[in-house]
């Protein structure tokens, strides 16, 4: 009878990416580690949110809100992991090594960095949360088949989503709401990543003086030009 268990952690199939699977990225081995299921999920849940702080301006119903900042986008699945065609032990064989991607490794002081693969589709985060379910047991009490129920929250460098946002482009107009706190040097910071052009978002805004910011006030930060030393 053909096996249910398709393949054993750190075997790579023929077609490696036919079958779902986890890849270790992080820290690097070659090859690198990985650990398959028996069977691909039925589905795929992904969340994402992002965070908005609403501006306090007496008289208005609803206050204009800025945006704070996005949160890592979320993939959860459920797996399952077999080995009753060969009765060994499925916690020794599969589930220690997925707990394992939850541990602290010390070359790089934080949990394994992660991929999930199937086909051409690509996840990279890191294990957030791991429920394991024994569902079947040997006739001596050995687990021998576990539903996993598995949530990988995104890795991804700064460097790479500031590539990807291109937030401190000189080629893009935004929009700016003024918070109580807020200087022009401080917003051309947050703009630019220097707050030196907060004189470019004064002229663009008809602002003669940079102390008297009104909050909840939409400005306009313009694209970035360099001004002659």
Not at 43 to 66: C, D, M, R, W, Y
Not at 106 to 128: C, D, M, Q, Y
Not at 131 to 140: G, M, R
Not at 218 to 227: A, D, F, N, Q
Request: hydrophobic share 40%; aromatic share 8%.
């Amino acid at each position: 009878m053909a096996s249910l268990l398709g393949n054993i952690v750190g075997n790579v199939p023929r077609d490696p990416s036919a079958r779902a699977h986890l890849e270790v990225m992080l820290p690097r081995k070659e090859p690198a580690l990985t650990i398959p299921f028996c069977f691909n999920p039925t589905e795929l849940v992904f969340g994402k949110q992002s965070t908005f702080a609403e501006v306090p301006i007496p008289g208005l119903t609803s206050p204009p809100i800025q945006f704070v900042r996005g949160a890592s986008e979320k993939l959860t699945f459920d797996a399952i992991v077999d080995t009753s065609d060969d009765m060994e032990d499925v916690n020794a064989k599969y589930v220690a090594a997925l707990r394992n991607l939850m541990n602290v490794h010390g070359s790089i002081h934080a949990p394994p960095v992660v991929v999930f693969v199937w086909n051409t589709f690509r996840f990279t985060g890191v294990l957030e949360s791991l429920n394991v379910t024994f569902t079947l047991f040997s006739e001596t009490g050995k687990p021998v088949r576990a539903k996993l129920a598995i949530g990988l929250k995104e890795y991804t460098t700064v460097k790479a989503q500031r590539e990807l946002a291109n937030l401190q482009s000189p080629d893009v107009e935004k929009t700016y709401v003024v918070r109580r706190t807020d200087t022009l040097s401080g917003i051309a910071e947050q703009a630019y990543g220097d707050p030196a052009p907060w004189r470019q978002i004064a002229r663009a805004n008809g602002i003669t003086d940079p102390r008297s910011l009104e909050p909840g006030t939409v400005l306009t930060i313009p694209r970035l030009v360099t001004e002659p030393r």
